[in-house]
């Protein structure tokens, strides 16, 4: 048997990490800052998530949701204290797409209502309707396509406000677009978008599964804009690399037995894995350092030459160069060892170090950019 060929990879094949480091199967080390599309929140293999993981893994590594999973409660408790939600409830599952559809699902049940405005450019995940919500024709298969899904511009409040009426159950934004290229909502917009919800009684859901985490700075991006969404989805940088991701949901919707469900979501080892992320974010303050050596990153690479553009918050990046972006992103990678990512527009490099990530580490970037880009 092949693997089905979907992905195209680079000739490269990691074995080994440590903290925003990598080598490959010759020995090779790199510098990741790019952090496998922002799942490495705390660094390749730090020691207290290797102990708790392992730890965890010698007692019991796994069984569903038909028993008492006391970790959930552990990892709940401590992610309310962290995000600043602490009377909002928690849904575990695996994966963003999943979290999405739940999200929209929840939204759905509360209202009773069908359909959900997205916004273009946007990626909420590959599954059914999440599939839909994204703004990929190419990716969309038939039986993805709805009807229920209304797509408006990003930062533009009165075609929401023409959208709304009584068969919208929900409203769901990426907290920052970070596929699209690392695109803003404004405070303005999102402020706007709590409003026309609550006005018409639908559901605002904040869609930070690479922006939330402490990546841009403060636990979840929307923070920045003084607005409280009724559901939020987070994952990638949930568990530093275990898969899972989940939903935040706020009291007023009401839950019963039977409403959602998954199989491995907040299993034994997720949640000591998601456990020992929140431990290490909060003991390492790595959402400050995340602000502080985004600000660091940001006012040195707005000086290099052929940077039309640097946008994002944190340790969410986008790089704007005068060209596109391919082939000094190859040249970063195989000439100076540097791992950074792409985006859907073409002339933007994505900056997603891990949160423990140093000025000396992005040093290395900083000049190979400056190299790159006067050659």
Request: hydrophobic share 40%; net charge neutral.
């Amino acid at each position: 048997m092949n693997l089905f060929d979907v992905y195209p990879r680079h000739e490269i094949e990691p074995v080994k990490g440590q903290g925003c480091s990598l080598w490959d199967k010759n020995g090779k080390k790199y510098l990741d800052l790019y952090c496998g599309h922002a799942v490495i929140s705390i660094g390749h293999s730090h020691p207290h998530y290797i102990s708790k993981v392992g730890s965890q893994l010698a007692k019991l590594g796994f069984y569903s949701n038909s028993v008492q999973i006391s970790p959930q409660g552990d990892l709940a408790k401590k992610l309310g204290e962290l995000s600043g939600y602490p009377d909002y409830d928690l849904f575990l599952c695996n994966s963003g797409a999943e979290a999405t559809e739940n999200a929209m699902k929840l939204a759905s049940f509360h209202t009773g209502r069908k359909k959900i405005i997205a916004f273009e450019k946007a990626f909420h995940g590959r599954t059914s309707l999440a599939m839909e919500a994204t703004d990929n024709r190419k990716q969309l298969a038939p039986v993805n396509e709805s009807g229920n899904l209304i797509r408006l511009p990003l930062n533009d409040l009165s075609a929401v406000a023409a959208a709304m009426d009584h068969s919208i159950a929900g409203i769901i934004v990426e907290g920052i677009q970070g596929i699209a290229g690392i695109f803003e909502p404004t405070t303005d917009f999102l402020q706007g978008l709590q409003k026309l919800s609550k006005d018409h009684r639908s559901l605002l859901i904040l869609d930070e599964v690479q922006s939330g985490y402490g990546r841009s700075g403060k636990f979840f991006a929307h923070q920045y804009h003084r607005v409280k969404p009724d559901i939020i989805t987070t994952g990638k940088g949930m568990a530093n690399g275990f898969p899972m991701a989940g939903v935040l949901i706020s009291p007023k919707i009401e839950a019963w037995h039977g409403m959602l469900g998954t199989t491995f979501g907040g299993n034994h080892l997720a949640c000591a894995a998601g456990l020992a992320t929140l431990e290490i974010i909060e003991k390492e303050n790595l959402i400050l350092n995340a602000k502080e050596m985004g600000e660091y990153l940001v006012s040195a690479l707005n000086g290099v030459p052929g940077v039309v553009e640097v946008r994002g918050k944190g340790l969410m990046i986008g790089v704007e160069l005068e060209y596109p972006a391919k082939e000094v992103r190859a040249k970063l990678l195989f000439d100076y060892n540097i791992f950074t990512g792409s985006a859907n527009n073409l002339n933007t490099l994505r900056i997603l170090p891990p949160l423990c990530v140093c000025t000396k580490e992005l040093d290395q970037l900083i000049m190979a950019l400056k190299k790159i880009t006067k050659t």
